[in-house]
């Protein structure tokens, strides 16, 4: 079966810092792996996804994520993040049978000014 | 507009109550998703369907049932609402033909005293 883990559950960065967000997957073939970001209130919208090609994927809202076979993760990163960026960010691999996303557990992300 | 809106937005609700949640979307996607969300749990799936007639059950089905009344109108049912399902719950949609990203609404927030 498939699984995500999402090891930080909360990140306080400072505004205009880099930010990387971890992200570890579990899954028997080439995975599809997805990035979603939830703002307050809203619901999910994707910032990236990774199906196959180059390993550096370029994102909305300048991320974009890095796709390890080796490590098994899909960390997403942004150079400098912006006081909007604060929301919850959820990782997610997909099974080609039945286009079924199975989601980690997300991470926070605060923003100091 | 948006291309998938959920009702109602809010609901508080009695143990024991029947509850409905209605999902439609404008996307003309063929498949249609609840997800429930959990803090620390990210989304679960509760059920799916790929067209009118095939529906799915998801990771979490049991004390949910669906109904998928057209392509664009797929609605939740608690038939007998407890408080553990107090969360935020999610319809998506996505196309069909292979993997496809997933177009999330804005969610419904469920509360049972």
């Known amino acids: 079966a498939q699984s995500v883990t999402q090891p930080d559950i909360h990140i306080t960065v400072s505004e205009g810092a880099s930010l990387e967000l971890r992200c570890n997957y579990s899954y028997g073939a080439t995975p599809y792996l997805f990035w979603y970001v939830q703002s307050p209130g809203q619901g999910l919208q994707l910032l990236l996804k990774?199906?196959?090609?180059?390993?550096l994927v370029q994102g909305i809202k300048g991320f974009e994520a890095e796709f390890k076979r080796s490590q098994s993760s899909f960390n997403l990163r942004k150079p400098s993040v912006h006081w909007s960026d604060a929301a919850e960010y959820f990782c997610a691999v997909g099974a080609a049978a039945g286009n079924k996303l199975t989601f980690g557990g997300g991470t926070r992300v605060l923003v100091k000014p | 507009d948006a291309d998938v809106t959920q009702t109602p937005r809010n609901r508080i609700t009695k143990t024991g109550k029947r509850i409905m949640l209605e999902c439609s979307q404008t996307k003309g996607h063929d498949r249609m998703y609840w997800y429930r969300q959990d803090p620390g749990l990210g989304l679960q799936l509760i059920y799916y369907?790929?067209?009118?007639?095939?529906?799915n059950k998801g990771e979490i089905s049991d004390g949910y049932s669906v109904s998928r009344q057209a392509q664009a109108k797929f609605s939740l049912s608690l038939e007998s609402a407890i408080p553990n399902q107090t969360a935020l719950y999610f319809c998506?949609?996505?196309?069909?033909?292979?993997?496809?990203?997933?177009?999330f609404g804005p969610g419904t927030r469920l509360t049972v005293l």
């Open positions: 998506a949609t996505s196309g069909g033909g292979g993997y496809n990203e997933q177009f």
């Open positions: 369907s790929f067209d009118v007639k095939d529906i």
């Open positions: 990774y199906f196959s090609g180059d390993t």
